[in-house]
């Protein structure tokens, strides 16, 4: 059984950093791309940021690119959000997600992770 562990999330101020952590078991995460997705009051939940099981190719949504960067720790196999130039529309609760081990599909679509954690909560304030 995979299990998904968030940490990190709280109440940053505009232009601020928070970094995430996602602890995993039950799941290798160098060998099954991991996610970040969010999702604001009202709204669908979107995705963020992935990193590719192996060789460790990088995604990221066009309004995080440059700020956000998301890693991951093999040997705590663990993934990690950094997140700078916080802004006030980044607010929302962040879920970690894993896709099937080996899953050669698309990164970025929520269909195709199988495993979710419980979500942090992230608020920005001005």
């Known amino acids: 059984q995979v299990q998904l562990v968030e940490s990190g999330g709280g109440v940053v101020q505009a232009g601020g950093s928070l970094r995430l952590s996602c602890a995993a078991s039950g799941r290798t995460v160098s060998t099954a791309t991991m996610g970040w997705f969010r999702q604001a009051p009202g709204k669908v939940r979107e995705f963020v940021a992935a990193i590719r099981w192996g060789v460790g190719t990088l995604y990221y949504a066009d309004s995080v690119k440059g700020r956000f960067t998301i890693s991951r720790d093999n040997a705590k196999n663990t993934v990690y959000l950094q997140m700078n130039s916080l802004k006030p529309e980044d607010t929302a609760v962040y879920y970690c997600?894993?896709?099937?081990?080996?899953?050669?599909?698309?990164?970025?679509?929520?269909?195709?992770?199988?495993?979710w954690g419980q979500g942090t909560q992230v608020t920005v304030s001005l």
């Open positions: 997600a894993a896709q099937p081990r080996y899953y050669t599909g698309t990164d970025t679509a929520i269909r195709t992770y199988d495993s």
